[in-house]
Every structure is written in C-alpha cells, then in structure tokens.
C-alpha cells in the first residue's frame, strides 16, 4: 500500500487508560505516516507534567493540546462542544487525510491503510468509512439484542434495530455493525466518527457542525450524524472499506446504558 500522510484527532477529558490504548493503536498503524493530534478538554491528566511527559517519551511524534473550557461550555450542547474540539484538532494539523479516534476506542493495525487506499481507489470519494466491532469496557465483544443502543427511547431502539437489520447495519448474534452512508436512494447518514477518514480538503468546507436548533437538540443529533447529513446534502461521496477495523467501547457519551445488565 502507498505510504499516505494522515492526521488523526483525538478529544480527550478523563480518560488517561483509554487515551493511552488509543494513541497505541494509532501508533501502530501500518502503511501510512501518522500524526496523532490530541485535544484535552480542560483534561486534568493532560494537565500533570508528570503525565505529558510519559506521553512525550511513549509517543514522541504526537502534538498534545490542552484546550481551556470557558465558563460559557459548562451549559453549552455537549455535541456542540466536542465538534469545537474536533474541528480545532483538524486546524492543528496538515496532512491530506484526517482521522478520529475517541480515547475510549481503538484502531485495527490497518484501519487507515484501509481507508487511504479506498480514497485513492475512488477519486470521486471525499470520505472513506469502515465498520465497527462492539465491546464492553471490559473487552468482551458487546452484541445489540434486538435494540438500537445508540436511541435512548425503548420503543425507539427496537424500531431501529428492525430497520437497520433489514439493510444488514445489524446482524442477530454479531458484535459488528456495519454503517452505511446510503441504502439505495435513501441517506442512512449511519457514520461513527471513528471510522471515518476524510480529505483535509473535504474537511476545510465541511467542518463539524457546532451550532444545533432546538428540535436537533431534543431529537440528541451528534456531531457525527450532523456531518454526515451535511455531507449527504453536499453531494460528498462515499466509500467504505467493508471491514470492521475499529474497536467501539459500549458505554460512551452516546450509550450510556448501553451495557448495564451484560455482566
């Protein structure tokens, strides 16, 4: 595989077990020069010297920012605050192609070398996907029984799980769920930020939406479906890989309950 340059971001608060599995993986990657941009969120572990420094030694290619929160971000949408982060980790970096990784997921050895080579296959693509293999936070393989775990609504995650299993998003039995950006004519806009790798120049004019009306914010629109649907209104194309080569750890911002009762 040709040896492509890609930035990839990662906001950070609390978690420094997570952030240190995540940078692992991130420095593990093979077919591709790999800058890794991590974005704290007033993180206090990004804040102890002791801590940067280990970074420093661990990862030494890595750029570290502490980003301040101020007074303002305490009532602000939280989705609106991590595109902030994210869209200022994307400013931080150059390279062509840029990446995202939460600090509680982590990479396949191949995940970027997958996606590069999709892009540079499909000129026409501004955005490569892969798909996503569920754990808990223990590590063991996390499989969704007949609910959607990302709808908070009971009524609503088993509607949604019927939908996206009928175009193969979920598998009864499987961990992996397999995002799609269209199903024929119709925009899923089913994106986790974590498997997305996009052109820098993709990214320039279709940066994460911050700014959400009321009705997004009751429906909980994530920064990452709010880029998806942008990019499906703008006529960005779309590719995937067809691999699942992200780890997701269940119980996230976006699923909080997702595991409770799987012990």
Partial sequence: MTDHRVDVVTVTRGRPDGLRRAMDSVAGQVGVSVRHIVVGDA??????????????????????????????????????????????????????????????????SDHLARLAQCLEDDPDAGVAHSWRRLTTPDGREFVPRGIDPWQPDPDA????????????????????????????????????????????TVHETIPFPTEYSAARRRLQWSEDFAFAVRLGREGIGVTCSERPTVDYTMGGLSNTTATEGTA
């Fill in 43 to 108: 993180c206090p572990a990004l804040a102890d010297g002791r801590f940067r420094a280990e970074l420093q030694r661990r990862f030494p290619a890595a750029v570290v920012h502490n980003e301040e929160r101020p007074p303002e971000a305490s009532g602000e949408y939280v989705f609106s605050r991590l595109a902030r982060l994210r869209n200022l980790g994307v400013a931080l970096g150059d390279n062509p192609y840029v990446g995202h990784l939460d600090d509680d997921n982590a990479y396949r």
């Fill in 157 to 200: 995650a088993r509607a949604s799980y019927r939908d996206l299993a009928k175009i193969g998003v979920f598998t009864p039995g499987s961990p992996v769920v397999r995002d799609v950006f269209r199903h024929g004519d119709r925009l899923i806009a089913r994106l986790d930020t974590n498997e997305l790798l996009v052109r820098r």
